[in-house]
């Protein structure tokens, strides 16, 4: 059973609509990417997932009741990490956990207990009495997610947690996210790094101009762009040779041979690769360089949108 | 909700902006206000007058005048004697006491106001006193109609010449000689009916600033709100309203311990006599209340909290001017009448009501008014706010 269900979610600002009828489940455990281009309305649709943000339409269920704006339930069981970082850059990073852990009826020595755990999660326990705006802005980020984590959610939502943020601290934040999904937490993580989505989550929702335009598991996106991988061959010599014993080779689809290059397209590549590889060198060719491009979500949401991901 | 205000004050505690707005602008600007020439001696004005009677009986001049400080008698033989001592200079004003008429005749010059002003409300209030003794001179003589007593008994030699029971009359009669207080206090009362100047600038400038105090108080909501940390408290299981009242709540306490301290310092550093304690306290609850009541209606009209502080330092200043916490607003027609909406205005007025009269009383009625004030302004908050919170929910 879904932790989550949001059914046709919509906001109108003045005129313009920014969420029109968005709708997705999460389940225990599984971690749901929106992605989408800036402006594309995730930060608006999480807002109202949260209950921070009153929706025009729609509604949220989370464990069998009701969201609201006002469901104070609910709402203790939501991690919620902001987009832009939402810490008081006056007060030490202990001092943002403690506050944040209190909302959360969070009080003495499990407070303090808690508020450590999540320092050390996010690898800022040497330096949590400094004040937060001595922080650097990955450091910041880092505190940002600590103080969505502490209240235990059964939900973790996350609003481009990775933003501006080095590669190394990236992964780390990924591990993260990784290690918590394990444990069972539902997790919701919006991007527009399609990489963040592919490596992360288990289902991702593709949001453009406030609307759902697909929704599925990486391999359902993907076979909407058409069907799997290019293969891309060099050998020694001319590679025409090897083009009959490829056509008949079952799971290969198409096969272009220009000079020394071939281009297949197949199925799938895991279980053709050893086939191909016979066809070829049974063709007489040496393997000079294979590599193996599977589609990937940018090239879902160019041919979903008929534009690029980012611009 | 008390987590939400503990962390307020903490934050606004350590923020310099408030030390600055809350503290150190209006205590100097007082200092500075208070040691300009105030037109006399430019002390604090201590009241100080020279008086002739003229007193035949002597009862009045002695049990009195005497008993007032800051007051020089000299006595004259003669209600003429005694007009002319004001007329050479010699007095601001004189008593001139005449068996039959109940309340001195009061002769003044012309160039001494209040020290002629406070002359009458002695007469007065000495008068006063006559009219209490003489009731009770009859309460005291069942058998006695009110018509059997005769205009002219001065109950300081009274002895006999009432109508009534020997006993009773002289009992009470004697009660009066016991208790020369009542005219004393009302004295009293008129020496210090006037704030001295320190004092008045130092309320006039506290109430001033009170306005930017309560401003950064609405500032901040905006400023949470820009910075995230607004929803991160939406989203914690917090009610919305709870939130807001939270913020508006550890504004009053910020403007209380302002106002706290900038009494406790004016006294200190400056001398200014603020007024018994627990009145002090309550007319100072009651303008922040109001204050913040007005702040909180002009802030919840604004998108934003530079739009919010600039309408508030606007009204902030009309309000200041008119409402006197800068100087005295008196005879500008329609200046004066706009004071009255000032809670400045008021502020002042209690405190100088209470400098008169040391009891709580003094202050009620403007602690009511602030008070009202105070209401008007939530009300008005109220109404607009379910507009102001679903702003702050959408941002
Ligand atoms: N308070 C508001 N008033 C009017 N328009 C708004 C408001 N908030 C958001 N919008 C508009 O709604 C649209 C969606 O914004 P949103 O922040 O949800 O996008 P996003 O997908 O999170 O983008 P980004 O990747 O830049 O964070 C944008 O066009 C934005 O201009
Ligand atoms: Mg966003």
Known sequence: MSLIEVTDLRK??????????????????????????????????????????????????LAGRAHEVTSLATKAMIGYVPQEIALYPDLTARENLAFFGRLYGLAGRDLRRRVDEVLDVTGLSERSREAVSKYSGGMARRLNIAAGLLNRPRLLVLDEPTAGVDPQSRGAILDAVARLAGEGVAV????????????LCDRVGILDGGRMRAEGT???????????????????????GAVPAL??????????????????????????????LDAVTGAGCAVRSLEVREPDLEAVFLKLTGRALRD | ?????????????????????????????????????????????????????????????????????????????????????????????????????????VIGDVDKPVAVQVAREIAEAYAAERRA???????????????????????????GTGSGTPAGAAEAAAGIARTPAPVSLAADTAVRRQLDTTTYHAAGMAVF????????????????????????????????????????????????ACMGVL???????????????????????ACVLAVSGITAAIAVTARGAEQASNRVSAIAMVLGVVGGAFFPVTGLGFAEFAGWLAPHRWFLLGLSDLAGDQSIGAVAVPALVLLGMAAAGGAVALALGGRAAERVMNA
């Open chain 2, 133 to 159: 003794a003489r009731l009770a001179l009859l309460a005291a003589s069942p058998a006695s109609p009110a018509s059997g007593d005769v205009p002219g008994t001065v109950p300081g030699t009274v002895p």
């Open chain 1, 12 to 61: 109108r600002y003045r005129s313009t609509t920014v969420v029109d009828g968005v709708s997705f489940t999460i389940g225990e455990g599984e971690t749901y990417g929106l992605l989408g281009p800036n402006g594309a309305g995730k930060t608006t649709t999480i807002a109202m997932v949260v209950g921070v943000l009153a929706r025009d339409g729609g509604g949220v269920r």
């Open chain 2, 263 to 285: 009494v406790v310092a004016s006294t200190l550093l400056m001398g200014a006599g603020w007024g018994p304690p627990l009145a002090v306290a309550v007319l100072v609850a």
């Open chain 1, 188 to 199: 919701l993580y919006t991007t527009h790094y399609m990489e963040e989505a592919e490596r």
């Open chain 1, 247 to 276: 056509e008949r080779t079952p799971g290969v689809t198409r096969v272009d041979a220009d000079e020394a290059r071939l281009e297949l397209l197949v199925a799938e590549s895991r279980a053709v690769l050893p086939l191909i």
């Open chain 2, 1 to 105: 909700m008390l987590t939400i205000i503990a962390n307020d004050l903490r934050r606004r505690l350590r923020d310099t902006t408030l030390l600055l707005y809350g503290v150190v602008l209006p205590l100097g600007l007082a200092f500075l206000f208070s040691t300009v020439p105030a037109g006399d001696d430019g002390r604090a004005r201590e009241f100080a007058a020279r008086y002739a009677v003229s007193d035949p009986a002597g009862e009045f001049a002695g049990r009195v005048l005497g008993s007032l400080p800051s007051v020089q008698v000299r006595r004259a033989a003669s209600p003429a004697e005694a007009a002319g001592l004001v007329e050479e200079g010699k007095a601001d004003a004189a008593f001139v006491v005449e068996p039959g008429a109940e309340t001195p005749r």
């Open chain 1, 218 to 240: 990486h391999r359902e996106l993907v076979s909407l762009v058409g069907a799997g991988d290019h293969v891309l061959i060099t050998v020694d010599g001319a590679a025409a």
């Open chain 2, 209 to 256: 600033f009170l306005f930017f105090v309560a401003v950064t108080t609405v500032s901040g909501i905006f400023e949470e709100r820009a910075g995230g940390t607004l929803a991160r408290l939406l989203a914690a299981p917090v009610r919305p309203r709870a939130v807001l009242a939270a913020k508006a709540l550890g504004g009053v306490l910020v403007g209380l």
